[in-house]
């Protein structure tokens, strides 16, 4: 298995452009997760999906930030407009939710940089 | 709600010494326990878990041990090896309730030769 696969790696844009970062889960997994990581914050749980529904969405920063699944193999986390304070690298991870486990694997990221 | 914390942002061994990075959790329903690697320029990768109806679990070269009593929890890393050079991250969990994990701010192991 090629594990999650993020894309772009590297992100640079200026304030004010739409940025749309990518996932794509391991498959058969049916939970996927979008973390945030700063030096200031570390990793923060943006939000996560259960077969493709968003379930808990409460670690979103602000309206400006989206994401969305349409299907189990591919998500989207977008940022319109997006700001300087949005740097960080934006982590996409996944993993098959049977009772109790709550391994998730992560992808390689992707480095944002808003100027 | 859950906050985790590392006791040292950064610890320095030698190589072959043994390491012991700490963390400590703060929500007594907290069930659930798991370390991460990160590597530079990579993501976190698994090591090991626990559940809280044990206090130790051993892997290969790392133990976890869980002291629910004082909501600490430690990796210990047997024989420490230049490969094991990364940022390490606890994380917690409340398995009845959401799936969230609440992860620290990270340790940051260098191993020197």
């Known amino acids: ?115 | 709600g859950e906050s985790v914390g590392l006791h040292l942002p950064t610890l320095s061994v030698q190589e072959g010494d043994n390491s012991i990075i700490n963390c400590a959790y703060s929500n007594s329903a907290s069930d659930y326990f798991i370390w991460y690697k990160q590597e530079s320029g990579k993501g976190p990768q698994f090591i090991i878990d626990i559940r809280s109806n044990m206090d130790k679990r051993q892997g290969q070269r790392v133990t976890v041990l869980l002291n629910k009593t004082v909501k600490h929890l430690s990796l210990q890393i047997a024989a420490t090896q230049p490969g094991d050079s990364a940022v390490y991250f606890c994380a917690a969990a409340t398995q009845g309730g959401s799936e969230k994990l609440v992860f620290g701010k990270g340790t940051k192991l260098t191993v020197n030769p």
Not at chain 1, 8 to 19: D, L, S
């Open chain 1, 1 to 115: 298995d090629a594990g999650v696969i993020q894309s772009p790696r590297h992100e640079v844009t200026e304030m004010g452009q739409e940025v749309t970062l990518r996932c794509k889960p391991i498959s058969g997994h049916n939970s996927l997760f979008w973390y945030r990581q700063t030096m200031m914050r570390g990793l923060e749980l943006l939000i996560y999906f259960n077969n493709n529904v968003p379930i808990d969405d409460s670690g979103m920063p602000e309206d400006r930030f989206s994401a969305k699944m349409p299907n189990a193999s591919f998500s989207t986390l977008k940022i319109q407009p997006s700001e300087p304070r949005d740097s960080a690298v934006y982590f996409c991870a996944s993993n098959n939710r049977v009772s109790g486990a709550n391994v998730l694997t992560f992808g390689a990221g992707s480095r944002l940089t808003v100027l």
